[in-house]
């Protein structure tokens, strides 16, 4: 199918690599490729270029460079957190608290835990997408050895109060790690002054590189490897440096956060002008996630009477890019688990459309989507019976 | 995914829309699965005069509706009952295994218009050996 134009509102799934970051990178493949465990210089060089890229996330989340750990991605980060926290001190306890909406790089690890000894207790949400500070009080035990919760979602973009989550934590003595792979270069991160032990995030959700992440180790906390062998990262964890991804991780993450409050400053404002639009345009449209406690450039709403994966087909036609959390576009039969989370009815979280803002979107952009998408919903709901029956109803 | 002539059926769906006098209409599906279709007939002499359809559903479930309302039109009855799932997803080039389903509701779909027909005619409807299509996902229908 021929597209006009590349109208990109999935930002929240990956970002493009900037073109700084990837000419950062360059030599890196090419001309100073030495491994950076090797002793002779044109190896300490290489040495040297991931020392810097250290120095640059740390300073991007008010770490020092000696608690950050590269790893491939958010994934692994997640995974090594919690199996390495958990396998650690099960001597301790065998109790994790998380929530019912992380990601499934959280979700699926704390199942896996439970097959293997451990108990999850999962926290509810409110409508909004926000957990009760006074539940996780509650669900605190003397077994308890992590707290693991999201900075920001990634499908409703609700941000969680991670300040006052760190202190809970800190004052019981629970360690705490949070996923920030999608509050990374969009919400200003202190790990220090949040109480953050452990923090995950990933490259290519800020305009670096796919393949490239960090876990920071907060200096002191007893940790598991996950990846066993050479003595890369400290010993801490196994495998050739990625360099040209870790240069480029350094870059992204230096630049996302430089200019941080202008930046979602700009994003925010076409964010909004984008969903007020929508709520104007489209009747019988709900907003998904807490309306102010929300990353700038997410949009989470849910069209009744129309299935999510229909709608994203035909915006594919017209060249916009966006995702859904309906089940029918991911082949499983429930639709998002955060969407059913924040109590919404299957049929209303199957018509649910993320449109994610970042750097490529433009005002015109805004401006086309404004212009085809009620005409695509009132498309799609005249072929719907639901719509047909609603309609009728109102008749009667 | 989608073979370019599921994405056809589904951009340029025929026979969308409601037979205000319809005489024989099926409805399948539920909401909550994320995937409704209903069928409208108008029946003469046995034959299907006109047929049209709305679908609650993905992409698959739509072209499968405009494609199935298609292969009926015009036909017999019992040219229509035979009209099997697999037919469907043949005729639109197949289906991904995933979406196998959305033809089987709209051979359930057809069953269901046309046993309203039967039924609003005084006749017995015909043994459908499709079941539980409302619960559709937790079987096997491929």
Partial sequence: ?396 | MYSDKVMDHFMNPRNVGEIVDANGVGEVGNAKCGDIMKIYLEVEDNIIKDVKFKTFGCGAAIASSSMATELIKGKTLEEAWNLTNKAVAEALDGLPPVKMHCSVLAEGAIHKAINDYRIRMGLEPWEDNITDLDDHHHHNNE
């Fill in chain 1, 1 to 396: 199918m021929e597209q006009k134009r590349l109208i990109y509102m999935d930002h929240a799934a990956t970002t493009y690599t900037k073109p700084e970051v990837v000419e950062t990178m360059m030599p890196f493949f090419t001309e100073q490729f030495g491994n950076a465990s090797s002793v002779y210089t044109f190896g300490r060089k290489s040495k040297a270029a991931v020392e810097t890229a250290r120095e640059q996330v740390a300073k991007a989340i008010g770490a020092k460079s000696d608690e950050i750990y590269f790893v491939n991605g958010g994934s692994e980060a997640d995974n090594w957190a919690i199996k390495g926290i958990a396998w650690a001190h099960r001597d301790k306890g065998n109790h994790i608290i998380t929530t019912k909406i992380e990601h499934h790089a959280v979700l699926h690890v704390c199942e896996y835990l439970e097959n293997n000894g451990f108990e999850v207790t999962y926290l509810s949400v409110d409508e909004n997408g926000l957990i009760d500070l006074d539940e996780l009080k509650r669900a605190i035990t003397d077994k308890t050895i992590l707290i693991t919760i999201m900075f920001a979602n990634n499908e409703i973009g609700t941000i969680q109060p991670i300040a006052e989550i760190g202190k809970i934590a800190r004052e019981r003595g629970i360690i705490f790690h949070t996923d920030a792979v999608q509050a990374v270069g969009n919400v200003a991160i202190d790990v220090e002054k949040m109480n953050i032990d452990l923090l995950s995030l990933a490259g290519h959700k800020f305009y670096g590189p796919k393949g490239i992440g960090a876990l920071y180790i907060r200096k002191g906390i007893k940790i598991e490897n996950l990846i066993h062998g050479g003595g890369q990262e400290r010993r801490r964890r196994a495998g050739t440096e990625n360099l040209p991804g870790i240069v480029g991780l350094g870059k992204a993450i230096e630049m996302a956060t430089e200019n941080l409050e202008e930046h979602n400053e700009k994003i925010r404002k076409m964010r909004d002008r984008l969903l007020n639009g929508i709520m104007e345009k489209i009747p019988y449209t709900k907003l998904n996630g807490h309306p102010e406690k929300r990353l700038p450039g997410n949009i989470n709403v849910s069209f009744k009477f129309i299935e999510g994966e229909s709608l994203l087909l035909m915006l594919d036609q017209l060249g916009i890019c966006a995702s859904t959390g309906s089940a029918c576009s991911s082949g499983s039969l429930d639709p998002s688990h955060v969407l059913l989370a924040i109590g919404l009815p299957h049929e209303i979280a199957h018509g649910s459309l993320r449109l994610s803002l970042g750097d490529l979107t433009t005002e015109e952009d805004i401006d086309y989507v404004l212009e085809v998408l009620p005409k695509i919903v009132q498309r799609l709901r005249e072929m719907s019976p639901l719509y047909e029956d609603f309609i009728k109803k109102g008749e009667n």
